[in-house]
C-alpha cells in the first residue's frame, strides 16, 4: 500500500474517531457534572448504593424468572397416543407403566440415533410385564415384528403430518443431506437467518430493533421450548411403540386386519373364526341357582316361550336363543342351575368365561347364597388366570319379588313406599353378598314386571360386551395354530412349488 493510501486510511479512521468523540463528548461532560452535583450535595454515596440496590434487584428478578421456568414441570405440548379401549386391565397398565418409564427415561432429549435402542428396551419392558418375565422382546415370529414396524411406522406418520410443519414437503433425499451434512446444514441456517436479521434492521430499524430485543430475552425460554418439543417427539415415538408392543403380545398382532379381511373371505373352518367380531351375535349368559328364574327371564325377553322353566330343576345343559336388542344380534345362553356342587360351579364358570355378557339370576325370596358366592370365586379365578382377557360386564337380577308383596299384581304396576322398603332390603342384602353395586329387581313370569328395565340395562352393557367379545375373539385367534393348521399351511406350500415346477417342465 502506498505511503498517500494508508496517510489516508488514517485520516479517515481519525475523522471518524473524532465525530463519534464529539457526539459523545456532551454526554461524558454532562455525566462528569452530574457526579460533581451529587459529591456537592453529599449524595454520592446514595446514588452509588441505589444503583448496586437497583441492579441487585433486576438481575434478581431475571434469575428467579428463569428458574421458575426451568424447575416449573411445563405439561406435555404433544399428545401420545391413548390407551386402546379394546384391551384389558392389564394390558391398559402394562402401558400406563410403560408411559412411566419413557417419562422418566427422557427428562431431556436423547440423540435420535439412540432411540431405537430406547424402542427395544419399552418392548422388552413390555414383554416382560406382559408375561410376567417368561417372554424377551425379540420372542415373535418375523411376520409379526413385520406387522409392529409397519403400525410404529404408520402411526408415527400420522403425528409427523400433523406435527411437524413440512413435514409432507421434505423429500427423504433431503433430510439424509441434511442429517449427514448436519454442520454445513446449520451453518448455511445461521448464515441465512444472520443475514436476515441484517435486512430486516436496514429495511425498519424500529421493527428489527425491537425483534432483536425480543430475541434476546426469549431465547433462553424458546432453548427450552424447542428442548420440550423434541423430548415430546422422541416420548411419543417411543410411546407409540409400548402400543404396538401391547398388541404384539396380546396376539393381536398375529393377524393383520387385511388379513382377518382375506381370512374371513376363504371358507377355511378353522380360520373362518378369525372373521371380523362383529359379524357374531353377542354371547349373554344367563346363570344361577336353580329355579332362580333363569328359564322365565329368558322368555320374557323374547317375548316368547321358548326355554322350558318349571317349578322342578329343568334346564340340564346350556341351550341358545337367538335374540336381537336395538337391531343389534345376540344369543341368549340359558344354562343348568348352580346348587354348590364343584362340578356345576366350574362348569358354569367357564360359560362365563366365554360371555360378553353375563346375566346373574337372584330369587328375591331365597335368601342362601352360598351356591353364587363360590360361583364369583370359581369366575374371579378363571379370568384371574387369564389376564390379557377382559371380563364380561355382569348384570344382578333379583327375580320373583312379586313373592315379597302380599296382593301382587299393584295397580299399573307400581309399587308403594312400603312395598320399596321390602324390595330395596332384598336389594341390599344380594348386592352386599355379590358385591354388586347394582341390582335390578324383577318379575319375568308374565304378567312380567320391570322387564323393560332390563332390557335398558343389557342395552346400555352392550358396547362393553362388544369390546368383551373382540377381545375374546382376538386371544381365540392367537393361540399357536396347531399341527394340524401347519401341516395344512406346509401342504398348501408344496402344492404351490409343485404348480410353479410343473410350469416350468412344460415350458
Ligand atoms: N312368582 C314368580 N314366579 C316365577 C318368577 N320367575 C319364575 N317363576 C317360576 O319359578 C319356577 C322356576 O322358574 P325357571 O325359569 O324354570 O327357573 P330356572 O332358573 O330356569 O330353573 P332351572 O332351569 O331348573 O335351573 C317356574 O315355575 C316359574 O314359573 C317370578 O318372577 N315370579
Ligand atoms: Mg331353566
Request: positive net charge.
Amino acid at each position: 500500500m502506498r505511503l498517500t493510501d494508508r496517510l489516508r486510511h488514517a485520516v479517515l479512521r481519525w475523522n471518524r474517531l473524532g465525530m463519534a468523540l464529539v457526539l459523545a463528548l456532551p454526554v461524558l461532560v454532562s455525566s462528569v457534572l452530574g457526579f460533581l452535583w451529587l459529591y456537592d450535595h453529599g449524595w454520592l454515596l446514595w446514588f452509588a448504593l441505589a444503583s448496586v440496590g437497583l441492579y441487585a434487584a433486576v438481575r434478581g428478578g431475571v434469575l428467579l424468572a428463569r428458574w421458575r421456568t426451568r424447575s416449573a414441570q411445563t405439561p406435555r405440548e404433544l399428545q401420545g397416543p391413548k390407551p386402546d379401549p379394546e384391551w384389558s386391565a392389564a394390558e391398559t397398565a402394562a402401558f400406563e407403566r410403560a408411559r412411566a418409564r419413557i417419562s422418566a427415561r427422557l427428562q431431556a432429549p436423547i440423540p435420535w440415533a439412540d432411540l431405537p435402542g430406547e424402542a427395544l428396551v419399552v418392548v422388552e419392558g413390555i414383554a416382560a410385564d406382559l408375561s410376567e418375565g417368561k417372554r424377551s422382546a425379540l420372542d415373535f415370529t418375523v411376520p409379526e415384528a413385520l406387522l409392529l414396524i409397519d403400525r410404529v411406522a404408520l402411526q408415527y406418520r400420522a403425528f409427523l403430518l400433523q406435527n411437524v410443519p413440512l413435514s409432507d414437503r421434505l423429500s427423504v433425499r433431503t433430510m439424509h443431506w441434511a442429517w449427514r451434512k448436519q454442520d454445513t446444514a446449520l451453518a448455511a441456517w445461521e448464515t441465512g437467518f444472520l443475514a436476515w436479521r441484517g435486512v430486516r434492521l436496514l429495511i425498519n430499524p424500529a421493527i428489527g430493533l425491537l425483534r432483536e430485543a425480543e430475541r434476546a430475552l426469549a431465547s433462553g425460554l424458546q432453548d427450552r421450548l424447542t428442548e420440550r418439543f423434541r423430548t415430546d417427539a422422541q416420548a411419543i415415538l417411543l410411546e407409540e411403540a409400548a402400543q404396538a408392543a401391547i398388541d404384539l403380545y396380546s396376539g393381536r398382532l398375529r393377524t393383520s386386519d387385511a388379513e382377518l379381511a382375506h381370512i374371513a373371505a376363504t371358507a377355511d373352518m378353522r380360520d373362518q373364526a378369525l372373521a371380523p367380531a362383529e359379524d357374531q351375535p353377542l354371547r349373554i349368559v344367563v346363570v344361577g341357582q336353580t329355579s332362580a328364574g333363569k328359564s322365565t327371564l329368558i322368555n320374557a325377553l323374547l317375548g316368547h316361550e321358548a326355554a322350558e322353566a318349571d317349578a322342578v330343576p329343568v334346564t340340564g345343559s346350556e341351550v341358545a336363543y337367538d335374540w336381537s336388542l336395538d337391531g343389534i344380534a345376540c344369543r341368549l345362553v340359558d344354562t343348568p342351575g348352580i346348587e354348590g356342587a364343584a362340578k356345576t360351579t366350574r362348569r358354569i364358570a367357564k360359560q362365563m368365561s366365554q360371555a360378553d355378557l353375563v346375566i346373574w339370576a337372584h330369587r328375591a325370596t331365597r335368601p342362601g347364597r352360598a351356591p353364587d358366592v363360590a360361583l364369583a370365586e370359581q369366575f374371579a379365578q378363571v379370568m384371574a388366570d387369564a389376564p390379557q382377557r377382559r371380563v364380561p360386564p355382569v348384570l344382578h337380577v333379583a327375580n320373583g319379588v312379586d313373592q315379597l308383596l302380599a296382593d301382587w299384581p299393584r295397580p299399573e304396576n307400581r309399587l308403594t313406599a312400603a312395598d320399596h322398603a321390602r324390595v330395596d332390603a332384598a336389594l341390599q342384602s344380594i348386592g352386599a353378598s355379590m358385591r354388586a353395586p347394582q341390582v335390578l329387581p324383577t318379575r319375568a313370569e308374565p304378567p312380567d314386571w320391570n322387564i323393560d328395565a332390563l332390557r335398558d340395562a343389557i342395552a346400555a352393557a352392550l358396547p362393553e360386551a362388544r369390546r368383551c367379545q373382540r377381545n375374546r375373539h382376538r386371544i381365540e385367534a392367537a393361540r399357536t395354530p396347531g399341527v394340524s393348521a401347519n401341516a395344512r399351511r406346509a401342504g398348501r406350500g408344496a402344492k404351490s412349488a409343485a404348480k410353479a415346477l410343473w410350469g416350468r417342465l412344460r415350458r
